[in-house]
């Protein structure tokens, strides 16, 4: 007897949580990118030296990503909640 076929396409609500679960995944790549950018951006013969403005921009950065995780938090924990995939 065949096995039944799966659905092609997710419903909506467990797409949605895989992709934010990938998201969040990326969060940290993305956050590690924007720390080096100041690194590039000095001139490759200059002494390297941290500014105000490079303080600034690391503080930002982490709130930044602070904020980011923050609003990825519930939609995570609700997927908890609402059971798990098929493939998990």
């Known amino acids: 007897m065949k096995r039944p ?3 092609m396409f997710l419903a909506r609500d467990p797409y949605r949580r895989r992709r934010l679960r990938d ?3 990326l969060l940290p790549v993305f956050g590690a990118f924007l ?3 100041p ?3 000095s001139p490759p013969d200059a002494a390297p ?3 105000s ?3 600034v921009y690391f503080f930002l950065i982490w709130l930044m ?3 980011a995780a923050a609003g990825f938090a519930p939609g995570l924990s ?3 909640d609402a059971g798990k995939d098929e493939d998990d």
């Open 23 to 25: 998201a969040a995944r």
């Open 39 to 41: 690194v590039l951006w």
């Open 78 to 80: 609700a997927g908890e």
């Open 53 to 55: 403005g490079d303080v």
């Open 35 to 37: 720390m080096i950018l």
């Open 49 to 51: 030296r941290v500014t």
């Open 65 to 67: 990503l602070v904020l």
């Open 5 to 7: 076929r799966r659905p």
